[in-house]
Nanobody, 123 residues
Framework: QLQASGGGLVQAGGSLRLSCATSGRTFPSMAWFRQALGKEREFVAAIRWSGGSTGYADSVKGRFTISRDNAKNAVYLQMNSLNPEDTAVYYC????????????????????WGQGTQVTVSS
């Protein structure tokens, strides 16, 4: 249901844009999580399809931007000013109902997950 793409290798300070395609389906809430080697999967950013409300982890605020494309049923994560601590596999997630902003970081709430895309930031 979800197909993530756009990962790669980038130098510190660089940018990447991740995409998540939804196979034509619209989900009320979508998010990006990431999992670094040896660590738990953590919340990065989320967006509500209706209204476009967004939420971010403190570690990415001001550097990452989540957005959606209604026509393409896709969600994007623009990542700027990347640093080596951003190195991880990035996963998109979708929820079949709307999630309040205060709960968007709760991993267990999401119904569908993409396969992940690797982001590696070199120093």
């Amino acid at each position: 249901q979800l197909q993530a793409s756009g990962g790669g290798l980038v130098q510190a300070g660089g940018s990447l844009r991740l995409s998540c395609a939804t196979s034509g389906r619209t989900f009320p809430s979508m998010a990006w999580f990431r999992q670094a080697l040896g660590k738990e999967r953590e919340f990065v950013a989320a967006i509500r399809w209706s209204g476009g409300s967004t939420g971010y982890a403190d570690s990415v605020k001001g550097r990452f931007t989540i957005s959606r494309d209604n026509a393409k049923n896709a969600v994007y994560l623009q990542m700027n000013s990347l640093n080596p601590e951003d190195t991880a596999v990035y996963y998109c997630a979708a929820k079949t109902s709307s999630v309040i902003l205060s709960a968007m970081a709760i991993r267990a709430l999401y119904d569908y997950w993409g396969q992940g895309t690797q982001v590696t930031v070199s120093s």
